[in-house]
């Protein structure tokens, strides 16, 4: 898309959470121009995708603003940009977008600040109801953030990392999915495996969730191959166990 001071390669960098990773801040200009989307090289027609995409309530924030931009803008422009590229993934067949937020939990946001996430993400999905929309909280504490979600319809699978989020302040959910980040992607250590499935089993208890996925907490870019295929299989495991002890 246009409508940034600077490329993708070009943003200055800096750091917003309390990790080794950088990131390039783009600058908003104006609306934002929305040019397309690639394909990735490994796609299929005959596999199934679920794209994920940084939230916009995080994209809006994140992003800086040149002057004379106010936040509220920021959101508008953010929501209007997502619009385009929501549309585009449905023309191309997809079902499903996870949107992840790191934001939210990390700055344990007030009230306020919920309403206005909710907001963003609730119009993104009642404009695009032929898709399902589904939202993952990471870097904190999301008890608080999913429970402004748990009765909003419009949002299909609501998760989180349950490595910073104690699955017993978890909330009852009306229909959601649950989409529980049980195996951490960010160190080479696993967890082990009956603790874990103890939790997983008293998320689906709280929550009441129709349905429960696991993925891990976030991804697995910056550890070993050897690790993240572990981590993977980890997870694999997990869903057989549970399904053998408790369906």
């Known amino acids: ?32 121009h929305f040019y397309g989307t690639e394909e990735h090289p490994s796609h299929s027609g005959d596999s199934f995708f679920q794209p994920t995409f940084l939230s916009p309530y995080a994209f809006a924030r994140l992003i800086d603003r040149a002057p004379g931009i106010s936040q509220k803008e920021a959101d508008g422009f ?40 909710q907001k963003l993400v609730g119009r993104l999905a009642a404009n695009h109801h032929a898709l399902d929309v589904g939202v993952y909280f990471s870097f904190g504490n999301a008890s608080e953030v999913i429970r402004t979600f748990a009765d909003d319809d419009r949002i299909t699978t609501l998760g989180c990392d349950l490595q910073k989020t104690p699955y017993t ?29 103890f939790e997983l089993a008293h998320v689906g208890v709280i929550t009441g969730s129709p349905e429960i996925s696991l993925t891990h907490t976030i991804d697995l870019e910056h550890v070993p191959r050897s690790v993240a295929a572990a981590k993977i299989q980890q997870i694999g495991r997990l869903a057989a166990k549970y399904k053998e002890e408790y369906e």
């Open 1 to 32: 898309s246009g409508g940034f001071a600077h490329g993708i390669n070009q943003a200055p960098v800096t750091r917003w959470f309390d990790t080794n990773t950088f990131y390039r801040r783009p600058t908003l200009l104006d609306q934002p």
């Open 78 to 117: 953010v929501g209007q940009l997502y619009d385009q590229v929501l549309d585009e993934v449905a023309e191309r067949g997809v079902q499903q977008v996870l949107l992840h937020e790191p934001l939210a939990a990390y700055n344990q946001i007030d009230r306020t600040e919920r309403g206005r996430l």
């Open 169 to 197: 302040q978890l909330p009852w959910l009306r229909s959601q999915r649950f989409l529980a980040g049980l195996v951490d992607g960010a160190n080479t250590l696993l967890a082990d495996d009956d603790g874990t499935l």
